[in-house]
């Protein structure tokens, strides 16, 4: 399956130089301290940032092949902008010209992310992205984890990202996926709960061909889990057996509200969308530096309220 890449323009500060220029000057210098950074990481689901049909408020219509409305465009750049996380992972974000265009518009009203990736995977509407400040180490697009499913195999829809960073000398990886809704195809499965576990399973078992928390590798698992904390399919990024795989932060909005999803038609708020820590990762969570948006246009940009972390890396104060 064809994987699509936004390749990043070269840095601004080494254009005009060769790399044997910038070989010299690191000679001259010499080797400088590392020092402590801290990384903002976000995730948000924008609400079906695509082509289809929609309900349109404004035009008071129905509209057939439609894309996101601009109004909840500009209010998902201004959600984006309130934050500015310097990673984001997100979810229902269309095929890569809509990540090149949420992108383009966001660099046009200062806040700048040179890197991205969409992953195109089983779901050919709705994707999972990652849009940075900061350079990729590594893309790995996985599509092929499967699962057992009524007799058959079936993959995880809209796959699983994974994204390699170094920061401050540290290597860290953001997995970001975005399990199956609630929504159901067969009446012997309600809510589509055994689909999302068997996502779910297989998710968190390639994650862990990946990394070994026992070891402190560094990562982060981001995304929209479709399932409150204390379920089976959320379970099984917490723990496998006796191994603690990640943590929850536990965010809260300003007024200590957790919930980041509003299902309108059934009046319903829930917690569903996570970013789970790494116990190495853990440690680097700057304490109290952690929330759930909650300031004007989140109810105009998505159904999803965008969660955010601040993590530091390198040395630490003791």
């Known amino acids: 399956m064809i994987q699509h890449v936004i390749r990043p323009a070269r840095p601004a500060r080494y254009r005009g130089l060769s790399l044997l220029v910038i070989a010299s000057l690191a000679m001259c210098l010499g080797a400088s301290p590392v020092r402590a950074e801290v990384v903002r990481i976000a995730t948000y ?4 940032y695509l082509v289809m049909d929609r309900w349109v408020d404004e035009q008071n219509r129905w509209r057939p092949d439609y894309p996101k409305p601009e109004s909840e465009k500009a209010a998902v750049r201004r959600v984006i902008r309130a934050v500015a996380p310097d990673v984001i992972a997100l979810q229902e974000m269309g095929a890569p010209p809509f990540l090149k265009e949420l992108q383009r518009d966001l660099r046009r009203e200062g806040l700048d992310y040179p890197y991205g990736y969409v992953l195109e995977a089983y779901d050919e509407v709705r994707h999972v992205a990652v849009l940075s400040r900061l350079p990729f180490r590594g893309v790995v697009a996985h599509t092929d984890p499967d699962f057992p499913y009524f007799g058959e195999r079936k993959p995880i829809k809209r ?8 920061t401050a000398g540290e290597p860290w990886t953001l997995f ?5 809704s609630k929504w159901t195809e067969r009446d012997d499965d309600p809510q589509a709960e055994r689909r999302r576990v068997g996502e779910a399973t297989a998710a968190r078992n390639r994650i ?3 990394v070994v928390p026992d070891a402190g590798d560094l990562f982060v ?6 399932d409150t904390r204390d379920t089976p399919a959320v379970r099984r990024f917490l723990r ?3 191994v603690t795989i990640s943590v929850p932060v536990d965010a809260a909005d300003s007024r200590g509200h957790l919930w980041t999803q509003h299902w309108e038609r059934q009046h319903l708020y829930s917690r569903i969308d996570y970013i789970l ?16 948006y909650d300031g004007p246009d989140y109810r105009i940009a998505s159904d999803h309220r965008l969660v955010w972390a601040d993590l530091r890396f390198g040395p630490r104060e003791d």
Do not use: C, Q, Y
């Open 221 to 226: 698992i981001a995304g929209d889990l479709n």
């Open 159 to 166: 796959g699983l990202l994974e994204v390699g960073f170094e």
């Open 277 to 292: 820590t790494s116990p190495g990762m853990r440690e680097r969570l700057v304490p109290g530096a952690f929330g759930v």
């Open 208 to 210: 862990l061909e990946r």
């Open 45 to 48: 689901n924008v609400e079906n």
């Open 240 to 242: 496998r057996g006796d």
């Open 176 to 180: 970001t996926g975005h399990l199956k």
